[in-house]
């Protein structure tokens, strides 16, 4: 069971940025797919970003058209964690962060970190 524990998150002010943190309890190149959810108040949870082992050498990145080119998601294998850079913030970015990993078809969910985006 691969747990994953979230950082990161808190108040900013728009235009603003923050870099969540996703910590994995194992390795994570033995994890295939590993990413971000978002759920804002009102909505079903939706994809933020996605990265998927292609190769040992290449990922492929995956990103929500509310986010490309603001977010920026990233694995950092020697320390078991995936990051994701989030620029340009806007309060309608405001929501529950969660991190997301696939391993051997099991999903796993970290317990979320709030994000909010505010004057």
């Known amino acids: 069971q691969v747990q994953l524990v979230e950082s990161g998150g808190g108040l900013v002010q728009p235009g603003g940025s923050l870099r969540l943190s996703c910590a994995a309890s194992?390795?994570?190149?033995?994890?295939?797919?590993m990413g971000w959810y978002r759920k804002i108040l009102g909505k079903e949870r939706e994809m933020v970003a996605m990265?998927?082992?292609?190769?040992?050498?290449?990922?492929?990145?995956i990103y929500d058209a509310s986010v490309k080119g603001r977010f920026t998601i990233s694995r950092d294998s020697a320390k078991n964690t995936v990051h994701l850079q989030m620029n340009s913030l806007k309060p309608e970015d405001t929501a529950i962060y969660y991190c997301?990993?696939?391993?051997?078809?099991?999903?796993?969910w970290g317990q979320g970190t709030q994000v909010t985006v505010s004057l």
């Open positions: 194992e390795s994570i190149t033995s994890i295939n797919t």
């Open positions: 990265t998927v082992s292609i190769t040992e050498d290449e990922d492929k990145t």
């Open positions: 997301y990993a696939v391993r051997r078809g099991y999903d796993y």
